[in-house]
């Protein structure tokens, strides 16, 4: 069983930058993929950034460099550093994970645990 907990969302305006954790507690007798999500009203979740357990990172491509996933040493928090931030980056953002089975840099997988989510705003 895997407990996440987002925060560090608010509001901003445009061009600026926010760093999102995620508090992770989970069991030790598995090793877990992790990444965050996001969700604008009327719109899809869809994937921002996985990180596995090596530190390789994956971005969605229409960040275009602008938000970088990381996770502590002890793989207790999960960070997504937000820079340039956009109107349209205005979306819930959730942090996932799931039992590591094939690639944690894969965006199809189905991720099993999901935090409650932190609300990013982004004003013009």
């Known amino acids: 069983q895997v407990q996440l907990v987002e925060s560090g969302g608010g509001s901003v305006q445009a061009g600026g930058s926010l760093r999102l954790s995620c508090a992770a507690s989970r069991g030790t007798d598995s090793t877990y993929c992790m990444g965050w999500f996001r969700q604008a009203p009327g719109r899809e979740r869809e994937a921002v950034a996985l990180?596995?357990?090596?530190?390789?990172?994956r971005a969605a491509d229409y960040l275009k460099g602008r938000f970088t996933i990381s996770q502590d040493n002890a793989k207790t928090t999960l960070y997504l550093q937000m820079n340039s931030l956009k109107p349209e980056d205005t979306a819930m953002y959730y942090c996932?994970?799931?039992?590591?089975?094939?690639?944690?840099?894969?965006?199809?997988?189905?991720?099993?645990?999901w935090g409650q989510g932190t609300q990013v705003t982004v004003s013009s």
């Open positions: 990180i596995d357990n090596l530190g390789r990172t």
């Open positions: 996932a994970a799931r039992r590591w089975v094939g690639s944690c840099l894969d965006f199809s997988r189905r991720y099993d645990y």
